[in-house]
């Protein structure tokens, strides 16, 4: 049994910043690619951005030069820093870990970005 909980998120003003994190615990091998989703109501799940075993990363075009993606291998925990925020970046968003090619989520964090 895999674990991923998520924290940091809350409401925050256009042009702030925020910082997601998220721990994975529990019957774990080692962790291959971690990352983000974001969803919106009605809308599908976006992969917002990734981070490999050797810290390649992806980003969604529209996050590109604002958010940064990082982990601690150490501690199996994946950060995403949020800045200059915008209100289309609102969201809930999720964490992932892919495990033996499983995904595992996280419950889900709420980001508010007021205009």
């Known amino acids: 049994q895999v674990q991923l909980v998520e924290s940091g998120g809350g409401l925050v003003q256009a042009g702030g910043s925020l910082r997601l994190s998220c721990a994975a615990s529990g019957s774990m091998f080692n962790i291959d690619g971690m990352g983000w989703s974001r969803q919106v109501p009605g809308k599908q799940r976006m992969l917002v951005s990734g981070?490999?075993?050797?810290?390649?990363?992806n980003y969604l075009d529209s996050v590109k030069g604002r958010f940064s993606i990082s982990r601690d291998n150490a501690k199996n925990t994946v950060y995403l820093q949020m800045n200059s925020l915008k209100p289309e970046d609102t969201g809930v968003y999720y964490c992932?870990?892919?495990?033996?090619?499983?995904?595992?989520w996280g419950q889900g964090t709420q980001v508010t970005v007021s205009s």
């Open positions: 981070i490999t075993s050797d810290r390649s990363t």
């Open positions: 992932y870990a892919d495990i033996i090619r499983r995904r595992y």
